[in-house]
């Protein structure tokens, strides 16, 4: 499980680390920072994919992506004496990002390219990975450290204690994603499929030509699709080797009476569902967007593989009030399987997930506000945020 999530300089995300507990929310005003958060997640899970500089090129390049606010805010901006200003930068252009768990630690530090007198490149808006490590132990420190990468230089422990370098790195690749060496940089491995293994639900689509309304070729589906087309087949699959009581409970629980099936018609897997004092059951075209949208969040919160981290944006949407505290039940029972952050802004589901529910615990709340453009944690000061150290340039 991650303990510690820490970003640095990305979008408003000036210097951030948060606490994390298996169940996380993160809410606050539309402009706060919710959605930068949940897309350093996905930075985060491209590295291990060789993906992270590629993402950020997309995004409009490290300059787009970047803390726009001067290196330092000082006292006389927040107290509101002086406006804020533009200051000579004194520290190298970095953007941040990491996480530490129970067994190992990740941070990837990011930076701009060299600039070499009569050299063109049409790449330019790709940034550099200058930096890398993993470390075990919840704080990046030096004993604690089992591979670095340093501009291409990469080296690990080895059974020792001391160190062996390994072939150079390209400045766009990834340690997560060259190194496969199983026994010389086991670590490397373990974080690797730690990090593919996250699941991230956003795009999930309702409207008449969604993939969900339309009949699929059924298999085995442990994991639901990022947009759902094989919703059936993944209901189906928990209906056979997953938690199926639960499943039924959940969605009787949000649609009282109701119930579903899935029938194969030629090998294609079509939904049904049956509602209390109807003739016939509604297929998947003929479902409300809510319904649709629910019944896609049943299948991915009971996986029968849930992954190390599950994160959920704006999971209420298309959602009647009413579904809410069925979804957070569906949530909770989620987290007790596998990791989850939640980005919302429904205060009803906020609030249900808040409380102490049969002593499951209540979920971790952070509310994320905004200060001269910079996120930060509401009610919270300075200190109270995690131990966390950058590795070093």
Not at 153 to 160: F, K, Y
Not at 236 to 242: A, K, L
């Amino acid at each position: 499980m991650l303990q510690t999530l820490a970003v640095e300089n990305y979008r408003s995300l000036r210097d951030l680390v948060l606490p994390l507990s298996s169940l996380n929310v993160v809410t606050g005003a539309n402009g706060s920072g919710k959605s930068s958060l949940y897309r350093a997640l996905r930075l985060l899970a491209d590295a291990s994919r060789n993906g992270a500089v590629a993402a950020l090129a997309r995004e409009g390049g490290l300059p787009s992506t970047l803390w726009a606010g001067p290196e330092t805010v000082g006292r006389a901006v927040l107290s509101g004496r002086t406006p804020v200003q533009g200051t000579v930068r004194s520290r190298p252009v970095a953007l941040r990002l990491g996480f530490a768990g129970d067994d190992f630690g990740y941070a990837m530090d990011l930076g701009l390219p060299p600039v070499w007198p009569g050299s063109s490149t049409m790449f330019s808006l790709d940034p550099e990975i200058k930096v890398e490590a993993i470390w075990t132990g919840p704080v990046c420190r030096a004993s604690a450290v089992l591979c670095e990468r340093h501009g291409g230089a990469v080296r690990v422990r080895d059974t020792d204690g001391g160190w062996v370098d390994l072939p150079r790195l390209s400045a766009y690749d990834s340690v997560l994603g060259q190194l496969a060496d199983p026994e010389r940089a086991p670590e490397v491995l373990v974080v690797r499929e730690q990090l593919r293994s996250w699941r991230f639900y956003d795009q999930f689509r309702t409207d008449p030509g969604a993939p969900a309304r339309l009949a699929q070729v059924g298999t085995r589906t442990p994991v639901l699709s990022h947009d759902g087309a094989d919703l059936a087949a993944a209901l189906q699959t928990i209906r056979e080797i997953g938690d199926a009581a639960e499943m039924d409970a959940v969605i009787d629980r949000a649609l009282p009476g109701s119930r579903v099936d899935v029938f194969d018609s030629g090998g294609r897997f079509e939904l049904a569902l049956h509602q209390q004092g109807m003739l016939r059951p509604l297929g998947s075209a003929e479902l409300s967007d809510g319904t649709l949208r629910f019944l896609l969040l049943v299948a991915a919160l009971l996986s029968p593989r849930p992954p190390a981290l599950l994160v959920l944006n704006e999971p209420e949407t298309s959602l009647h009030p009413d579904l809410l505290p069925a979804l957070g039940e569906l949530i909770r029972v989620a987290s007790t399987r596998t990791q989850v952050i939640a980005v919302s802004h429904a205060q009803t589901l906020v609030s249900a997930l808040a409380r102490d529910q049969g002593g499951a615990g209540p979920a971790s709340v952070v509310g994320l506000t905004k200060e001269y453009g910079q996120t930060t944690v509401a009610c919270r000061e300075r200190f109270d945020a995690p131990l966390w150290h950058w590795p070093k340039r």
